[in-house]
């Protein structure tokens, strides 16, 4: 247990589906991360929220909607999805503060499959 | 671009002998860290050990350590006494200036009895 909770675990959606992800830490972290991890691919950077403001956006297309509401949950919003989306998306959370640091650990993953 | 080059997409060891899992990597900058996860078939991303460019000791934790050379940028993970535990997937990750991370592709690793 990392203190990095993430739900579903598993999440089967059609191409005209809208569901969400959530990511939730009580580790007192100010950054949190959204990783796409897709089969033989590097894990690729989604989004970064520090202080619950967005300061990365990877060039993520207009289907993956992120919320940050507090400094503990984070929310990856999905809609009409396409099945090369299909893959692991996993959440991070780490101390923040504008510099890379020691800490920075993740959740279990949400296996995503769109059908 | 920072870049992270793992060459081993395999790798298998006997129980209780000790593996080398390489990484090197391509920065500009003079401050990172480096970083190895382990990911077991949960999915779950666990973190082993860090390493900052400044650090003069390579870093270790228990079983891991991590042979750091700055010279030639590279960041190898050295598993001693092996478990069947063990067995995962295993990516080396750095971090510059900025929040996030950027992983390598990841090395296999399978211990056999």
């Known amino acids: 247990e990392t203190g990095v909770t993430q739900t579903p675990r598993h999440l089967v959606m059609g191409m005209t589906n809208k569901k969400s992800l959530k990511c939730e830490q009580h580790l007192g972290h100010n950054a949190m991360y959204w990783y796409k991890q897709s089969a033989k691919k590097p894990l690729e950077l989604m989004f970064v929220?520090?202080?619950?403001?967005?300061?990365e956006n990877n060039s993520v297309p207009s289907r993956f909607s992120p919320e940050c509401p507090n400094s503990s949950h984070l929310f990856l919003h999905l809609h009409t999805l396409q099945p090369e989306d299909s893959a692991l998306y996993l959440c991070?959370?780490?101390?923040?503060?504008?510099?890379?640091?020691?800490?920075?650990?993740f959740g279990q993953g949400t296996r995503l499959t769109v059908v | 671009a920072q870049k992270i080059t793992q060459t081993q997409p395999g790798m298998f060891v006997q129980e209780k002998e000790a593996v080398t899992l390489d990484c090197t990597y391509d920065?500009?900058?003079?401050?990172?860290?480096l970083f190895w996860y382990k990911q077991p078939s949960s999915g779950e991303m666990i973190f082993l050990i860090y390493q900052g460019s400044y650090d003069e000791q390579n870093a270790t934790e228990g079983r891991y350590s991590l042979n750091f050379q700055k010279a030639r940028k590279s960041a190898n993970l050295v598993i001693s006494a092996s478990q069947l535990g063990d067995s995962a997937m295993y990516f080396c990750?750095?971090?510059?200036?900025?929040?996030?991370?950027?992983f390598g592709k990841g090395t296999s690793l399978l211990v056999t009895p």
């Open positions: 929220y520090s202080l619950e403001e967005r300061v």
């Open positions: 990750a750095m971090a510059h200036s900025g929040y996030a991370l950027n």
């Open positions: 991070a959370s780490s101390r923040g503060g504008g510099e890379w640091d020691t800490e920075a650990f």
């Open positions: 920065t500009s900058d003079q401050s990172y860290g």
